[in-house]
């Protein structure tokens, strides 16, 4: 088991920037692969970044040279520096985690195993 909670959520004007970050407890072994999802109503779950036991990273296109996913393996701590946020980058974002997981489905939500509640990200124009 694996527990996560995510912080650093919040409302930012458009081209703005925040750093989530998703602390880590529990069996460390089961978050080899790590990821973060959004949710805007409307919309379903998406993947927006990912990162795997070796470093390699996948993000969404969407987000893709705005976002930065990182682990801070010392700290036990997953990030998302989110820059140059736009109103569509609205949404709950969720940290999530799993033992193992290829690179080609690192961006699935359905593959995770463990989920934090979720923190809200409010960009406004």
């Known amino acids: 088991q694996v527990q996560l909670v995510e912080s650093g959520g919040g409302s930012v004007q458009a081209g703005g920037s925040l750093l989530l970050s998703c602390a880590i407890s529990?069996?460390?072994?089961?978050?080899?692969?790590m990821g973060w999802f959004r949710q805007s109503p409307g919309k379903e779950r998406e993947g927006v970044a990912a990162i795997i036991i070796a470093g390699w990273t996948r993000y969404a296109d969407s987000v893709k040279g705005r976002v930065r996913i990182s682990k801070d393996n010392a700290k036990n701590t997953l990030f998302l520096q989110m820059n140059t946020l736009k109103p569509d980058d609205t949404a709950v974002y969720y940290c999530?985690?799993?033992?193992?997981?290829?690179?080609?489905?690192?961006?699935?939500?359905?593959?995770?195993?463990?989920w934090g509640q979720g923190t809200q990200v409010t960009v406004s124009s």
């Open positions: 999530a985690a799993r033992p193992s997981c290829s690179a080609a489905r690192a961006l699935e939500e359905s593959d995770y195993n463990f």
């Open positions: 529990g069996n460390t072994g089961s978050n080899n692969c």
